[in-house]
C-alpha cells in the first residue's frame, strides 16, 4: 500500500474542496479507507473513514453534514468532499488505510495535505 493524497489548498470560508488518497499499490479496496486531520498545536483527529467495500461510513459530529467520504475502489481512490469550510477546519489532512472498520489504528499513512480556510 502505498498511499498518495492531494487536493489542498486555501479556500475560502464556505467554499468546497474535495480531497484525494489514491493507492499507487492498487489493493486500497482491501482496508478501509479513512482521513485523519492535525490542525497546528492539536493532536491528529479521525475525520472520517469508509469500509472496504464503502457500505458504512464514520464522521466525526463537526464534520457530519459538511463532509463527504466515498471511494472508487477501481481506481484504488477514497475521496474526502468538503462543502461549507469553516476556518477551523484548517488542518493537514491525512489520509490512511486500516484493516478493520471502525478504524482506529491504521496500518498504513499517505503523505498530509494542507487545507487552509481563511475567514
Known amino acids: 500500500v502505498q498511499l498518495q493524497a492531494s487536493g489542498g489548498g486555501l479556500v475560502r470560508a464556505g467554499d468546497s474542496l474535495t480531497l484525494s488518497c489514491t493507492d499507487r499499490?492498487?489493493?486500497?479496496?482491501?482496508?478501509?479507507g479513512a482521513w485523519f486531520r492535525q490542525a497546528p498545536e492539536k493532536e491528529r483527529e479521525l475525520v472520517a473513514s469508509?469500509?472496504?467495500?464503502?457500505?458504512?461510513?464514520e464522521y466525526i459530529n463537526s464534520v457530519k453534514g459538511r463532509f463527504t467520504i466515498s471511494r472508487d475502489n477501481t481506481r484504488s481512490t477514497v475521496y474526502l468532499q468538503m462543502d461549507r469550510l469553516k476556518p477551523e477546519d484548517t488542518a493537514v489532512y491525512y489520509c490512511?488505510?486500516?484493516?478493520?472498520?471502525?478504524?482506529?489504528?491504521?496500518?498504513?499513512w499517505g503523505d498530509g495535505t494542507l487545507v487552509t480556510v481563511s475567514s
Open positions: 490512511a488505510a486500516a484493516n478493520t472498520f471502525p478504524v482506529r489504528n491504521p496500518a498504513y
Open positions: 499499490g492498487r489493493s486500497f479496496a482491501l482496508y478501509a
Open positions: 469508509i469500509s472496504g467495500f464503502g457500505g458504512s461510513t
